[in-house]
C-alpha cells in the first residue's frame, strides 16, 4: 500500500498531508526567491563598487599620461592578496598599467556593450573566480592614446563563501520554521477534527431502543451544522421507521387475535358436528373471518405506507351518501341483534373526491364502533351534510369528560357494568386514516350523554376541479 493510499484512508492524514505539501512548496518557493534576492543585492554592491574603482582608475590615467598607474594611490592594487586586479590599455590594445596583484599576467580585455560597462564573471590570473567591469573611456583630441579601455576586477571568492553562509543560514531557520508550521498544523488539524470526533461518540450514545432518542450535536462549526442536521433527520427517519415496525406488529397482534380465535372455535365446532349443513354454515363463517383478517392487514400495511411516505391516498369522485348506506347495510345484521336502531339523516347525493378505500375504512370504523358499543335497544345516528361534513351519534353512558382526551389511543379501555368499551384499533385506525386523507375527526360527549364522531374537511367535487385548475 502507497503512502497515498494511506493517507486517503484517513481524514487527519489528508489534512495534514495537504498542509505539509502546501507548507513545503511555499517555504521552497520563498527560499528559492530569497536566494535570487541575496544574490542579486550582493553583486549588485559589488558590481557599484567596481565602476566607482574603473571610473577612479580612467579618470587618474587619462589626467597622468605616461604614468596611467593608480598603484600607488590604492594600495589594494600592490598587495600580494591577489584580491583586487586593474589594467589599462589605449586605443591600440597597448597595455599602459597593470596592478601588481595581476604578477604581470594580463586580465581578459573585456569590451562594454554600445559604450556602456560591461560586466561579467571571469577567471583572474592567479586562477581564483573574480567579477570585472569594463570601461571605455574617450581621451580629448590630440591625445595619442587616442582612448583608454580600462578593466577592473575582484575575487568572489570570499563573497560566494558569505553567500554560502547566509544560505546555510536561511536553510537552517526554514527546516525549523518548517518544522513548527507542520507541528502547528498538526495540532491544528487534530483542534479542528474534535467536533468531528464529538459528533460521532454524539452518534454512538444514541439508543436505538428509545422511541424519543435524539441526537444531542451540542455547539457546531459551520461547516458541520449542515451535516448533523442532515444525521438528525436520518435518526428521526430512523426511529420513526422502527416505531412504525412495533406499531404494525402490535397492531397485527392485536387485530388478529379475536379472527384467529373465531376461526380456531368454529374448526373446532365444525370437526365436532356430524352435520353436513353445520359444516358448510362453519366453512362460510371461516372465510368471513379469513376475509376481514385479510382486510386488517391490508389496511394496517396500507396505513405503515402512508405514514412512512412511501405511498400517497389516489382520489376519485365518492358518493358518500352511497358509502354510508352501504356500510349501514353492512351493519344492519350486527345492530339488530342488538336491537340498535339505525337512522340515516341524508340527502340525495352528496359527491366529494376522496381515496374511497380509506374513506370506506374510516366511515366502516366509525359505524362499527357505535354499533358495537352502544347501549342494547339504543338509536345509532348517521348524518351527512351538504358539505360533505359527517356524524355519527349513539349514546355512551359509560364515557367521561375526561374519557374524550384519552378516546382515541391504541387499546384505551373503558369498563362499565355490564359492557366494556372497544379496546382495539377501531378509533386509533379511524383518527390516523383521517390524518392521512388530511380531514378533522373529532368527539364530542354531549350533556344527554350521546357521543357524536365529526368528520369535516371533505373536498367537494367543485372545489377539487377548482384546486387542479389553480383558481383559488
Not at 559589488?46 to 577612479?56: G, K
Not at 554600445?114 to 570601461?135: K, T
Not at 340527502?347 to 362499527?368: F, K
Amino acid at each position: 500500500m502507497s503512502l497515498l493510499d494511506i493517507a486517503r484512508r484517513s481524514l487527519r492524514n489528508r489534512l495534514s498531508v495537504g498542509l505539509t505539501t502546501g507548507v513545503v512548496i511555499v517555504m521552497t518557493t520563498s527560499g528559492v526567491a530569497l536566494h535570487g534576492v541575496i544574490r542579486s543585492q550582493l553583486y549588485q554592491h559589488l558590481d557599484d563598487d567596481l565602476l566607482l574603482r574603473s571610473r577612479a582608475v580612467a579618470e587618474y590615467a587619462a589626467m597622468h599620461p605616461g604614468r596611467e598607474s593608480v598603484a600607488e594611490l590604492m594600495p589594494q592594487f600592490r598587495t600580494r592578496a591577489h584580491e583586487d586586479f586593474f589594467q589599462v590599455w589605449n586605443a591600440a590594445g597597448q597595455t599602459l598599467a597593470r596592478s601588481d596583484s595581476s604578477i604581470g599576467k594580463d586580465l581578459p580585455r573585456l569590451a562594454g556593450a554600445n559604450g556602456r560597462p560591461g560586466f561579467r564573471n571571469l577567471i583572474l590570473p592567479d586562477g581564483h573566480q573574480g567579477r570585472a567591469v569594463a570601461l571605455r573611456f574617450e581621451l580629448p583630441p590630440g591625445d595619442p592614446r587616442g582612448a583608454l579601455h580600462v578593466v577592473t576586477a575582484e575575487e568572489t571568492e570570499n563573497l560566494d563563501a558569505l553567500e554560502s553562509r547566509i544560505h546555510l543560514l536561511l536553510l537552517l531557520v526554514t527546516m525549523a520554521s518548517l518544522v513548527a508550521m507542520l507541528v502547528i498544523a498538526r495540532y491544528s488539524v487534530d483542534r479542528g477534527l474534535r467536533p468531528v470526533r464529538e459528533l460521532v461518540q454524539s452518534l454512538e450514545r444514541v439508543s436505538l431502543d428509545d422511541p424519543r432518542a435524539t441526537l444531542d450535536t451540542g455547539p457546531l462549526p459551520d461547516e458541520l451544522r449542515p451535516v448533523a442536521a442532515s444525521f438528525s433527520q436520518l435518526l428521526d427517519r430512523l426511529l420513526q421507521a422502527l416505531a412504525r415496525e412495533r406499531r404494525y406488529a402490535r397492531n397485527v397482534a392485536h387485530e388478529l387475535r379475536n379472527p384467529l380465535a373465531e376461526i380456531r372455535l368454529l374448526t373446532d365446532v365444525a370437526q365436532s358436528s356430524g352435520s353436513a349443513v353445520e359444516c358448510q354454515a362453519a366453512m362460510r363463517e371461516i372465510g368471513t373471518a379469513a376475509a376481514e383478517m385479510e382486510r386488517i392487514v391490508d389496511t394496517l400495511m396500507a396505513m405503515t405506507r402512508y405514514e412512512a411516505g412511501l405511498e400517497l391516498p389516489q382520489p376519485e369522485p365518492l358518493d358518500l351518501c352511497a358509502e354510508l348506506r352501504r356500510l349501514v347495510q353492512a351493519l344492519q345484521p350486527a345492530a339488530e341483534q342488538r336491537r340498535l336502531h339505525m337512522q340515516l339523516d341524508l340527502p340525495g347525493e352528496v359527491w366529494v373526491h376522496a381515496d374511497s378505500a380509506l374513506v370506506e375504512r374510516l366511515l366502516g370504523n366509525l359505524l362499527g364502533n357505535a354499533v358495537a358499543h352502544a347501549p342494547e335497544g339504543a338509536a345509532v345516528t348517521i348524518g351527512l351534510a351538504a358539505n360533505g361534513d359527517v356524524t355519527v351519534s349513539n349514546p355512551a353512558p359509560h364515557l367521561t369528560h375526561e374519557d374524550l382526551v384519552k378516546l382515541g389511543e391504541q387499546f384505551f379501555r373503558v369498563s362499565a357494568v355490564g359492557h366494556g368499551a372497544h379496546a382495539g384499533l377501531g378509533l386509533p385506525l379511524a383518527k390516523a386514516i383521517a390524518k392521512v386523507l388530511g380531514l378533522a375527526l373529532d368527539f364530542e360527549l354531549l350533556d344527554d350523554g350521546n357521543l357524536v364522531a365529526s368528520v369535516r374537511g371533505f373536498r367537494g367535487l367543485g372545489e377539487s376541479l377548482r384546486h387542479v385548475d389553480g383558481v383559488p
